[in-house]
């Protein structure tokens, strides 16, 4: 039944000033929420929360510091940092709370002086948080969870003091209620998944590892049951819908998934708030909200292993299409920022929009452009005449550029900047992290046996970043212990780690959310010299897509090429569409556009799928490409040469093959060509493809396909490459060549390599076969 509305209005008041607002705030509450959007956009207003610094009251720990999160005030830096420089906020109208200003009643707070009070109908609001997220359970209701988000001061019930002290959903919802404008957007990087543990592999686990069972305050209590939220009313309300936050939700993770932060070079950050915020730096006016949300998946899940799925939710989450309800201009899109000077002839940049793998190497002499006007990018996409900044030295998210021509007072902070020239060192190790499954006598073999793998460097599990882990497999219910464990989160909780410790098995590779990588793992018994050994294919494997990572330009090159990953049977349909942004002129519209009908969140191919590649050459010369694929089970595939080029005499070999992957000018090109196939298979799981284009033939890597097709007969199809590692090498070698040729200055050091935006294009597909 129903309430009357004039209840409902009065008892939604009292509950809002239960929260501790005023009564100035609550007039004409009714007509707040229900005023429809019906003006144009005004102000954009912004209430950013970050907490790293939880006491250890807020979870029954001994320790501040282990209890500790160490991202979520970059997370607030990323997203006030975007807000400005691509979506025209204004600092004035961006209010944050960092850590000790993060209590309940200061968010409450800010709530009411900032979005309640001032946003009118028409308005831009968001609001986000990244810190904890929690269930807890009403010593009334004990069967009954609830989610809530974590305050600093949110600490656990106690007998003297039973109340519960997080921000619950409900009071989220009534105070997002009471913000006169529908265009609100919340954004959660918090996880409510209690698996008892704060770190999970090598990231830390953003949800409070034990649910706390307390009482509200009569006020709260009495409401929330008149309001619906309890029993068999909340249960109704939550089937239906109704229980949603109103506006647009943009979730870190599904109710029954983990939402983790990592650790980069020089910081942490949560993983969904850094691989949205990237990706929204690059996004162009015509992409929706849906498509930033696969690409985001598809990142996270590269980065982690992990199926954490990023969710559209709320009462609105049907009607936006757009991130934030705002389009951002075409104009806008960036690597970074000037966010400073230091000196006047030095100054500070903000690289927020660099692809986070080559952010992580990005070296120093790396160069960046910067529009000679504001206004230089309106009338096209590259600028008539540029500035180049010099980079001098990087400190995670920043980095410190001076100008190579006296132009310093043209710069001007606020400025967006736009890569040019890509360093990268050529000595490029492959971290690899001892899990701790491992005894301290095994950590010590494993640091002996990893320090006679040229290529490996080992590192301690949460405190430096890593690429992969080495353990042992650890098995209950599931395959894994991550499958164990997130099976029963499925079922509506999760047991605490001490309570479904599994007996240990063989040693294996890991990911950095301690997914098996299948196929590695063999009999318990077996030595860790041994087993490292073993597993060297596999760590040359990761470490060549670690490598392909570095290469990854596609909101940066300024080649005009496009890429559709296309499945032709059982049905034909366009499944991912990759095209550069930057080029000179804008690339046309796609004629198979009506053809792509992505939907997921992810990119899934059903098994036994024949699948292509399509690539397209807008320019006026010639490209040549290649394409290494990786697979679930550490396998790198790549597309050889055909037979008819591949038994020539060595002297005519190289030009036969270049001939065969030359892409010429406003011409289409498939991978695989006509007449061969390219099936699905069931055991591939997950797949990372790369497609590299350039504007000199890629010599080296060349040699070494039709090398390899020689001798093992495999032509004209996509097929196991034998040494990843050396193709991945061979490929930045051959593109650090392609740039001398494009550079005025070509002189780099001997131990980078100098990638020219001008010079190649890699485009990037992570997809799923099920």
Same mark, same amino acid.
Not at 117 to 136: C, I, L, M, T
Not at 219 to 233: H, P, Y
Not at 374 to 397: F, M, Y
Not at 711 to 730: C, D, F, M, T, W
């Given at each position: 039944?129903?309430?009357?509305?004039?209840?409902?209005?009065?008892?939604?008041?009292?509950?809002?000033?239960?929260?501790?607002?005023?009564?100035?705030?609550?007039?004409?509450?009714?007509?707040?929420?229900?005023?429809?959007?019906?003006?144009?956009?005004?102000?954009?207003?912004?209430?950013?929360?970050?907490?790293?610094?939880?006491?250890?009251?807020?979870?029954?720990?001994?320790?501040?510091? =282990?209890?500790?999160?160490?991202? @979520? %005030?970059?997370?607030?830096? &990323? +997203?006030?940092? #975007?807000?400005? /420089?691509?979506?025209?906020?204004?600092?004035?109208?961006?209010?944050?709370?960092?850590?000790?200003?993060?209590?309940?009643?200061?968010?409450?707070?800010?709530?009411?002086?900032?979005?309640?009070?001032?946003?009118?109908?028409?308005?831009?609001?968001?609001?986000?948080?990244?810190?904890?997220?929690?269930?807890?359970?009403?010593?009334?209701?004990?069967?009954?969870?609830?989610?809530?988000?974590?305050?600093?001061?949110?600490?656990?019930?106690?007998?003297?003091?039973?109340?519960?002290?997080?921000?619950?959903?409900?009071?989220?919802?009534?105070?997002?209620?009471?913000?006169?404008?529908?265009?609100?957007?919340?954004?959660?990087?918090?996880?409510?998944?209690?698996?008892?543990?704060?770190?999970?592999?090598?990231?830390?686990?953003?949800?409070?590892?034990? =649910?706390?069972?307390?009482?509200? @305050? %009569?006020?709260?209590?009495? &409401? +929330?049951?008149? #309001?619906?939220? /309890?029993?068999?009313?909340?249960?109704?309300?939550?089937?239906?819908?109704?229980?949603?936050?109103?506006?647009?939700?943009?979730?870190?993770?599904?109710?029954?998934?983990?939402?983790?932060?990592?650790?980069?070079?020089?910081?942490?950050?949560?993983?969904?708030?850094?691989?949205?915020?990237?990706?929204?730096?690059?996004?162009?006016?015509?992409?929706?909200?849906?498509?930033?949300?696969?690409?985001?998946?598809?990142?996270?899940?590269?980065?982690?292993?992990?199926?954490?799925?990023?969710?559209?939710?709320?009462?609105?989450?049907?009607?936006?299409?757009?991130?934030?309800?705002?389009?951002?201009?075409?104009?806008?899109?960036?690597?970074?920022?000037?966010?400073?000077?230091?000196?006047?002839?030095?100054?500070?940049?903000?690289?927020?929009?660099?692809? =986070?793998?080559?952010?992580?190497?990005?070296?120093?002499?790396?160069? &960046?452009?910067?529009?000679?006007?504001?206004?230089?990018?309106?009338?096209?996409?590259?600028?008539?005449?540029?500035?180049?900044?010099?980079?001098?030295?990087?400190?995670?998210?920043?980095?410190?550029?001076?100008?190579?021509?006296?132009?310093?007072?043209?710069?001007?902070?606020?400025?967006?900047?736009?890569?040019?020239?890509?360093?990268?060192?050529?000595?490029?190790?492959?971290?690899?992290?001892?899990?701790?499954?491992?005894?301290?006598?095994?950590?010590?073999?494993?640091?002996?046996?990893?320090?006679?793998?040229?290529?490996?460097?080992?590192?301690?599990?949460?405190?430096?970043?890593?690429?992969?882990?080495?353990?042992?497999?650890?098995?209950?219910?599931?395959?894994?212990?991550?499958?164990?464990?997130?099976?029963?989160?499925?079922?509506?909780?999760?047991?605490?780690?001490?309570?479904?410790?599994?007996?240990?098995?063989?040693?294996?590779?890991?990911?950095?959310?301690?997914?098996?990588?299948?196929?590695?793992?063999?009999?318990?018994?077996?030595?860790?010299?041994?087993?490292?050994?073993?597993?060297?294919?596999?760590?040359?494997?990761?470490?060549?897509?670690?490598?392909?990572?570095?290469?990854?330009?596609?909101?940066?090159?300024?080649?005009?090429?496009?890429?559709?990953?296309?499945?032709?049977?059982?049905?034909?349909?366009?499944?991912?569409?990759?095209?550069?942004?930057?080029?000179?002129?804008?690339?046309?519209?796609?004629?198979?556009?009506?053809?792509?009908?992505?939907?997921?969140?992810?990119?899934?191919?059903?098994?036994?799928?024949?699948?292509?590649?399509?690539?397209?050459?807008?320019?006026?010369?010639?490209?040549?490409?290649?394409?290494?694929?990786?697979?679930?089970?550490?396998?790198?595939?790549?597309?050889?040469?055909?037979?008819?080029?591949?038994?020539?005499?060595?002297?005519?070999?190289?030009?036969?093959?270049?001939?065969?992957?030359?892409?010429?000018?406003?011409?289409?090109?498939?991978?695989?060509?006509?007449?061969?196939?390219?099936?699905?298979?069931?055991?591939?799981?997950?797949?990372?493809?790369?497609?590299?284009?350039?504007?000199?033939?890629?010599?080296?890597?060349?040699?070494?396909?039709?090398?390899?097709?020689?001798?093992?007969?495999?032509?004209?199809?996509?097929?196991?490459?034998?040494?990843?590692?050396?193709?991945?090498?061979?490929?930045?070698?051959?593109?650090?060549?392609?740039?001398?040729?494009?550079?005025?200055?070509?002189?780099?050091?001997?131990?980078?390599?100098?990638?020219?935006?001008?010079?190649?294009?890699?485009?990037?597909?992570?997809?799923?076969?099920?």
């Amino acid at each position: 039944m129903g309430l009357k509305r004039r209840d409902l209005l009065q008892r939604t008041a009292l509950l809002l000033s239960a929260l501790g607002l005023s009564e100035a705030s609550l007039a004409g509450w009714a007509e707040r929420y229900q005023q429809a959007l019906a003006q144009p956009t005004r102000r954009k207003l912004a209430l950013l929360v970050g907490v790293n610094q939880y006491p250890a009251a807020v979870c029954d720990s001994t320790s501040d510091q =282990a209890l500790a999160l160490r991202g @979520s %005030l970059t997370d607030v830096q &990323l +997203q006030r940092e #975007l807000l400005v /420089s691509r979506y025209g906020f204004q600092p004035a109208d961006i209010v944050t709370l960092s850590d000790q200003q993060a209590t309940r009643q200061g968010i409450v707070s800010a709530f009411q002086s900032h979005l309640i009070d001032q946003a009118q109908p028409g308005d831009v609001a968001v609001f986000h948080f990244s810190g904890y997220g929690s269930r807890f359970r009403l010593a009334s209701e004990p069967k009954l969870v609830q989610n809530s988000l974590v305050p600093v001061d949110g600490y656990l019930p106690t007998e003297a003091n039973p109340q519960i002290q997080d921000l619950t959903e409900e009071a989220l919802k009534l105070l997002i209620g009471a913000v006169k404008t529908r265009q609100f957007t919340s954004v959660i990087d918090a996880g409510f998944l209690d698996i008892g543990r704060l770190l999970w592999g090598n990231l830390r686990v953003r949800s409070r590892p034990n =649910a706390p069972t307390g009482e509200l @305050s %009569l006020d709260l209590q009495r &409401l +929330q049951e008149t #309001l619906g939220f /309890s029993g068999k009313a909340n249960r109704e309300n939550e089937a239906n819908g109704s229980k949603e936050l109103p506006g647009t939700v943009l979730a870190a993770a599904a109710p029954h998934q983990l939402a983790l932060e990592g650790r980069w070079q020089g910081f942490d950050a949560g993983i969904f708030t850094y691989a949205l915020t990237q990706h929204l730096w690059e996004l162009q006016p015509a992409q929706t909200l849906q498509f930033v949300l696969s690409r985001t998946a598809e990142t996270m899940h590269q980065w982690t292993g992990l199926e954490q799925q990023p969710q559209i939710r709320g009462q609105q989450s049907e009607e936006t299409t757009t991130v934030y309800n705002l389009k951002p201009e075409a104009a806008t899109a960036a690597e970074g920022v000037i966010s400073g000077t230091d000196d006047g002839r030095s100054f500070t940049v903000w690289l927020g929009g660099l692809p =986070a793998t080559a952010l992580e190497h990005y070296g120093v002499n790396s160069l &960046l452009s910067l529009a000679s006007t504001p206004n230089a990018l309106e009338t096209g996409l590259q600028p008539a005449a540029d500035i180049k900044l010099k980079v001098q030295s990087r400190n995670g998210l920043t980095a410190q550029v001076a100008p190579l021509e006296s132009q310093t007072g043209m710069i001007q902070a606020g400025q967006r900047v736009y890569e040019s020239l890509r360093m990268l060192s050529r000595n490029v190790p492959l971290l690899v992290a001892l899990d701790n499954s491992l005894e301290r006598i095994e950590r010590v073999d494993a640091t002996s046996a990893l320090s006679g793998i040229s290529f490996v460097s080992s590192v301690s599990p949460g405190e430096q970043p890593a690429d992969c882990l080495f353990g042992r497999l650890l098995t209950a219910s599931g395959s894994t212990l991550t499958a164990s464990l997130l099976s029963q989160g499925e079922r509506g909780g999760v047991a605490p780690l001490k309570d479904t410790l599994p007996s240990k098995g063989g040693y294996g590779l890991f990911s950095p959310s301690r997914e098996l990588v299948p196929g590695t793992v063999v009999k318990p018994e077996e030595a860790i010299k041994t087993a490292l050994g073993r597993l060297t294919p596999q760590l040359e494997a990761i470490l060549a897509a670690k490598l392909l990572r570095l290469t990854e330009n596609q909101g940066a090159s300024r080649l005009p090429v496009r890429a559709n990953l296309e499945m032709m049977e059982p049905q034909e349909r366009i499944l991912a569409l990759r095209e550069t942004t930057r080029s000179p002129e804008p690339l046309p519209k796609s004629r198979l556009a009506p053809l792509f009908t992505r939907g997921e969140r992810t990119i899934k191919v059903p098994t036994g799928s024949r699948i292509r590649y399509r690539l397209a050459n807008f320019g006026d010369r010639p490209l040549y490409f290649t394409m290494i694929s990786f697979d679930g089970q550490g396998r790198a595939l790549a597309l050889f040469p055909k037979a008819s080029t591949v038994n020539q005499a060595s002297d005519a070999l190289l030009e036969a093959v270049l001939e065969n992957n030359e892409l010429p000018p406003n011409d289409v090109r498939f991978i695989p060509q006509a007449g061969t196939d390219w099936i699905a298979d069931v055991t591939s799981d997950w797949i990372e493809t790369h497609i590299i284009l350039s504007v000199k033939p890629l010599s080296q890597m060349f040699n070494l396909l039709a090398e390899e097709a020689k001798s093992a007969g495999n032509s004209g199809r996509v097929n196991p490459l034998p040494e990843p590692l050396k193709a991945a090498r061979y490929i930045l070698s051959d593109l650090d060549r392609a740039s001398a040729t494009t550079l005025s200055d070509s002189n780099s050091p001997v131990d980078t390599y100098a990638l020219d935006m001008n010079a190649w294009a890699t485009l990037s597909f992570v997809y799923q076969v099920v």
